[in-house]
């Protein structure tokens, strides 16, 4: 993969323009000299200078990253542009550049497909990012529509009496309102339900992000949360004419667990908290959402990991909820220490830290999805944001990014209202005929 802009003045400034828009500028500062975060214009490559490395690094594809992953979204035509605009800001060595200085063959055609219409757009706030979709499974209207009624159909568990909505339900943020949800067993989840509001967005999925993309949690949901064996699944939905054909036309065959969870996955990607107040605020505006944002990003620095437009960095952080705990929740750390002992190798030191972090939710759709945190302690969004403004809950591992800064009760209820307008008007979700 190379740069198909490179050496392009006019992509350097027009990526220029994206790394303060995106707030790369914040960590990296406008002329990459680094300041609060790394340096990017000498030598030293984290993981190589390659254009498709830094890429990957930029897509939030290069595992264990610590760049945050909030830029998953990006279009291609804007990855590169920005890159372009990184490359020109190089000081090191010239002897040592290693990439293309001129665009690359083919590059023209790259460009062309830049501007194809797209086969899916999320909502208005989330309208110029592109959904991540793994290259065996393109969403298409007919595949989401196949996807949507799978999702709420109870044939996908083993007493028939559970679809996805059982914990998912739309009016309710796709959670279910409750701390914890039952599983098929009767047996109490130990985590809380999270929203399906931009899962499509996370490389990885679950509060500690064990399963690694959509396509592979499904299957997985299907069996730990509602019992169901995925083969006998497919073969159920085989005897269903409308299923068997549906398949055969989207995804090229009958059903078979691999197809469902293709299906599954491609209506999961178009679940979205947009349009909302928020999205809608006119240029300019001054009002308590507007000072709100401001509050947010500027004074309690709550962007540090609540990166906009998700409102989420897709990382793992420690905030000292559930540290409280009797026998309190491992989170990511337990997940890095189980790869490392499947991989036979040691845990690696910085897994430490993660003892008792969880991914950070995305912000969008708030009002709709109580109660919060991965335990579901906090009844409500303000009760939630409290202890966020706090600085989280003291613990040996509390992330040192969350720290409580002074507020006056005027940007507090800013910050609430910028909070509440991340909500989009609530409707009744119309479900879909299942066959
Ligand atoms: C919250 C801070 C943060 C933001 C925002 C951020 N980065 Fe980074 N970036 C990092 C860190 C940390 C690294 C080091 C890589 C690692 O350890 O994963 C990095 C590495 C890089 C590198 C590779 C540098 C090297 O020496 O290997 C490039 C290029 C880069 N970032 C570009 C960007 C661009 C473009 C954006 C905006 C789209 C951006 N960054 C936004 C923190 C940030
Ligand atoms: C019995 C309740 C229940 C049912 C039924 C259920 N889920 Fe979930 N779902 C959960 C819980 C609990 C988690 C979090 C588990 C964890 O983090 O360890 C979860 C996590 C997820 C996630 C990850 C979200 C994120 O932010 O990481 C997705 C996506 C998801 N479920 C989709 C589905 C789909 C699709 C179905 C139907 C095939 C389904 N779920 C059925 C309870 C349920
Ligand atoms: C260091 C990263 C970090 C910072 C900074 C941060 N958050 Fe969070 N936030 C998280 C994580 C991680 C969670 C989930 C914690 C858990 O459930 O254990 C979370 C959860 C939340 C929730 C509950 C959402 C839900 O769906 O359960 C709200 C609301 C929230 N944060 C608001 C804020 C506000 C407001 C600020 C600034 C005052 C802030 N956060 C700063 C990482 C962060």
Redesign the pocket.
């Known amino acids: 993969m190379l740069n198909p802009f490179a050496g392009d003045p006019e992509a350097v400034k027009q990526g220029r323009k994206l790394?303060q828009s995106?707030?790369?500028s914040?960590?990296?500062g406008l002329m990459g000299g680094g300041g609060m975060?790394?340096p990017?214009l000498d030598d030293?490559?984290?993981?190589g200078s390659d254009d498709e490395t830094?890429f990957r690094?930029?897509k939030g594809q290069?595992p264990g990253?610590?760049?945050?992953r909030t830029?998953v979204g990006?279009p291609a035509e804007q990855v590169w542009k920005?890159l372009t605009y990184?490359r020109s800001l190089y000081k090191g060595d010239p002897s040592l550049i290693n990439w293309p200085l001129t665009p690359p063959e083919g590059s023209a055609a790259m460009i062309a497909d830049f501007s194809k219409p797209r086969a899916y757009t999320p909502p208005k706030g989330l309208h110029d990012q592109e959904v991540p979709t793994p290259s065996d499974n393109p969403i298409t209207p007919s595949k989401i529509k196949l996807g949507e009624q799978l999702f709420f159909d109870k044939r996908l568990s083993k007493a028939k009496n559970m679809s996805c909505e059982s914990c998912h339900v739309p009016e309710k943020g796709w959670t279910d309102g409750l701390a914890f949800s039952k599983k098929f067993d009767g047996s109490l989840n130990p985590r809380h339900t999270p929203t399906l509001f931009g899962a499509g967005f996370l490389p990885e999925l679950y509060w500690d992000g064990r399963a690694q993309g959509l396509e592979a949690l499904i299957p997985d949901v299907m069996k730990s949360q509602m019992g169901a064996d995925p083969e006998e699944v497919a073969r159920e939905l085989n005897a269903v004419p409308a299923y068997k054909s549906a398949f055969e036309a989207e995804l090229g065959g009958p059903p078979t667990p691999d197809r469902i969870a293709k299906a599954v996955a491609t209506f999961v990607r178009t679940i979205h908290a947009g349009d909302t107040p928020f999205d809608n605020l006119p240029e300019g505006a001054e009002d308590d959402v507007a000072q709100g944002f401001k509050v947010f990003s500027e004074v309690t620095h709550c962007t540090?990991c609540h990166l906009p437009p998700l409102f989420s960095d897709t990382l793992f952080h420690n905030m000292g909820v559930g540290s409280d705990r009797e026998n309190p929740d491992p989170g990511r750390f337990k997940f890095v220490a189980d790869t490392a002992l499947a991989a036979h190798t040691r845990i690696p030191p910085e897994a430490e830290a993660l003892t008792g972090a969880f991914k950070t939710p995305s912000l969008r759709g708030l009002l709709l999805r109580a109660p919060y945190f991965h335990d579901g302690r906090a009844k409500t969004y303000d009760e939630a944001a409290g202890i966020m403004m706090k600085g989280g809950i003291p613990n040996p591992h509390l992330d040192e990014k969350l720290q409580e800064w002074p507020v006056t009760p005027e940007q507090r209820t800013q910050l609430l209202a910028f909070l509440r307008s991340l909500t989009p008007e609530s409707k009744p979700y119309p479900r879909p005929e299942v066959p």
């Open positions: 790394f995106n707030g790369c914040g960590c990296h975060g790394k990017i030293e490559w984290v993981y830094l690094l930029i290069i990253q610590a760049m945050p830029f990006l920005l990184v540090l």
